[in-house]
């Protein structure tokens, strides 16, 4: 384990399904980041949240949804998704949103699959 | 601005020679450098990270990258493949612009150990 944990593993849900996926740390960090990785592509950035605050969000459809109560936690509230948001989401964590020569610390990630 | 280019989406290796991913990189800042290991449905792992100390970095199970700032290169090796080896492995490149910390993902290079 990394010291990032991403539930559940695996999803299958519905287009008309609401679900959600949560991720928690327990590292002391303060930034919390979402992720997809979709085949064949790089990884997307999703959103960015600091100190709870969201501080990016890079144009993700309003069907996703962040919430992050605190600096331990983060979701992403799922509603009426599309197939071709079948893919593996990531959660990340670092010390803070600045520089960080230490790099980011990731889950295992939930792979989802929409039906 | 900064991006990354992973030259080869797929090398295949026989198992005991060595290993060279190739990584090049563009950044307006002085980077940080990164190279991480995805093995099938889990997350991301840190391999190694290069952040302006020494240019020939040691990473995790035997690999190591060197930081050629004129060839803007940050390629990948290791002396021996191990069947383990076999994953996919991206090249990451920060850069901090006004203190937001921000990660540039390659596409990836999936590594074939051939036994």
């Known amino acids: 384990e990394t010291g990032v944990t991403q539930t559940p593993r695996h999803l299958v849900m519905g287009m008309t399904n609401k679900k959600s996926l949560k991720c928690e740390q327990h590292l002391g960090h303060n930034a919390m980041y979402w992720y997809k990785q979709s085949a064949k592509k790089p990884l997307e950035l999703m959103f960015v949240y600091n100190f709870k605050e969201q501080t990016e969000n890079n144009s993700v459809p309003s069907r996703f949804s962040p919430e992050c109560p605190n600096s331990s936690h983060l979701f992403l509230h799922l509603h009426t998704l599309q197939p071709e948001d079948s893919a593996l989401y990531l959660c990340?964590?670092?010390?803070?949103?600045?520089?960080?020569?230490?790099?980011?610390?990731f889950g295992s990630g939930t792979r989802l699959t929409v039906v | 601005a900064q991006s990354v280019t992973q030259l080869d989406s797929h090398v295949s290796v026989s198992e005991g020679t060595p290993v060279l991913l190739r990584c090049n990189y563009s950044s307006s800042y002085s980077p940080s450098l990164f190279w991480y290991v995805q093995h099938p449905n889990k997350g991301l792992q840190l391999l190694l990270k290069y952040t302006s100390a020494a240019t020939l970095v040691k990473g995790i199970n035997g690999f190591e990258a060197e930081f050629k700032k004129s060839e803007t290169s940050f390629h990948l090796t290791k002396p021996s493949a191990h069947m383990s080896d076999a994953a996919e492995y991206f090249c990451?490149?920060?850069?901090?612009?006004?203190?937001?910390?921000?990660?540039?993902f390659g596409t990836g290079t999936r590594l074939t150990i051939i036994p």
């Open positions: 990340a964590s670092s010390q803070d949103q600045g520089p960080t020569p230490y790099g980011y610390t």
């Open positions: 990451v490149v920060s850069g901090a612009n006004f203190g937001n910390e921000k990660l540039t």
